[in-house]
């Protein structure tokens, strides 16, 4: 970074101590050691203040806070890869440029995604807490207790096929799964091949056609419960759907409906439509062993952390090194 005066960084949240150390050297970080979400009031300020703002998941930055910031406010560094939290038009009309840190977590999420895959329909959770909570419940192997559900020779569905749903594709195939993928246009030919991966231009005959579905589209208004009732009501009783993407693409209420009912088999979800608020009846069909569900914690690997807080710095210093930052995200 040429500039002389150091851009001062506001940090919504607790980021890794080898991370909020590299900024402390470069930057005017102010550090939010207390990792909450901050509050309204809060943001506001920092954009009345900050050159940069390092926002993370939790942090709603829409159009009224984008409208406060003051002229000094030039960039949104989001510790993340998903941008939904962001309105990226009223940055834009503002002037305020947005970046996103993408590619670092792909690798950690399909595997969280593989991980739930496996899990929903070989009943991992309910035969571990067996063994934490009631151990004594257990009576030896027997020929028909705990059954689940084959994986290998089934059909996977992939909704958005960018890269983590490649990724997901990939290890999914190493299963023995075939590989259905369905997406706004379709992959190039030589990952289809290599993946043998079929494609459905039409959503809602792919979903009664697989398994298990897998969300990895990103959210945005076009896919907001993108998986609706009537979607969800195309799935075989015996399928499984998994989302590692964001809650709001499934409709959550009639997922739990869908399940209650046994129109689909089970569910696997690192997301929800209000977090961390988690619906009840979600958290009952978990306890009945038909969902499994995790608390957003789909990326959430050292490493990973780390390598979106080198991804938020190069961002920072490229911009104010006048150049181009490389995980700018455009309206
Ligand atoms: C992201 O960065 O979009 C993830 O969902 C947070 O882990």
Known sequence: MTNKKR?????????????ETRMRELFDAELNIDDRPRTQPELVVAMQTADVLVP?????????????AGPQMKLIASFSNGFDHI???AAARKGI?????PNVLTEDTADMTMALILAVPRRLVEGARILIENPGDWAGWSPTWMLGRRIWGKRIGI???????TAVARRAKAFGLSIH???RKRVNPATEEALEATYWDSLDQMLARVDIVSV???????????????????????????????GDIIDESALIQCLREGKIAGAGLDVFENEPAINPKLVKLAAEGKVVLLPHTGSA?????????DKVIINIRTFFDGHRPPNRVLP
Do not use: W
């Open 7 to 19: 851009p001062k960084v506001y940090i919504t949240r607790k980021l890794p101590d080898a991370v």
């Open 56 to 68: 993370t998941v939790t942090d709603r930055i829409d159009a009224a806070l984008i409208e406060q």
């Open 87 to 89: 309105d990226v038009d």
């Open 97 to 101: 440029t947005v970046t996103n840190t």
């Open 159 to 165: 909704i958005g096929m960018g890269r983590i749903g």
């Open 181 to 183: 993928y369905h997406n």
């Open 216 to 246: 990895n589209c990103p959210s945005t208004p076009a896919t907001f419960h993108l998986l609706s009732a009537r979607r969800l009501a195309l799935m075989q009783p015996t399928s499984y759907i998994v989302n590692t993407a964001r």
């Open 301 to 309: 690997t050292i490493e990973g952390r780390i390598d979106m807080g």
